[in-house]
Nanobody, 119 residues
Framework: QVQLVASGGGLAQPGGSMRLSCAAS????????MSWARQGPGKGLEWVSG????????YYTDPVKGRFTISRDNAKNTLYLQMNSLKPEDTALYFC????????????WGQGTQVTVSS
């Protein structure tokens, strides 16, 4: 019933930009905090960014601060991650998830969208 469908990934050059989207359905999207997490090659799952239900407060992991922006459109049940100044180390499978405080507490996850940053 609950579905999170991530899209927008692909290949980008270093320094480029990309916007990821996560379409949510099956629940009242506007009442839940949401996050983006990623898993790079040979790496564990890393939390990237999170946003409260009303979109007023957002958080970022240090490596992406100043480059990534999380946002949401509750009227469209959609979560976004705008990624600028991309670096090769941003290469990962990006997941959207329902939750914010701890990754192991997130109860629903999207299938992920692949982002590859390479020249």
């Amino acid at each position: 019933q609950v579905q999170l469908v991530a899209s927008g990934g692909g290949l980008a050059q270093p320094g480029g930009s990309m916007r990821l989207s996560c379409a949510a359905s099956g629940f009242t999207f506007s009442t839940y905090a949401m996050s983006w997490a990623r898993q790079g090659p040979g790496k564990g799952l890393e939390w990237v960014s999170g946003i409260y239900s009303d979109g007023e407060v957002a958080y970022y992991t240090d490596p992406v601060k100043g480059r990534f922006t999380i946002s949401r459109d509750n009227a469209k049940n959609t979560l976004y991650l705008q990624m600028n100044s991309l670096k090769p180390e941003d290469t990962a499978l990006y997941f959207c998830a329902r939750g914010l405080a701890r990754i192991d507490e997130y109860d629903y996850w999207g299938q992920g969208t692949q982002v590859t940053v390479s020249s």
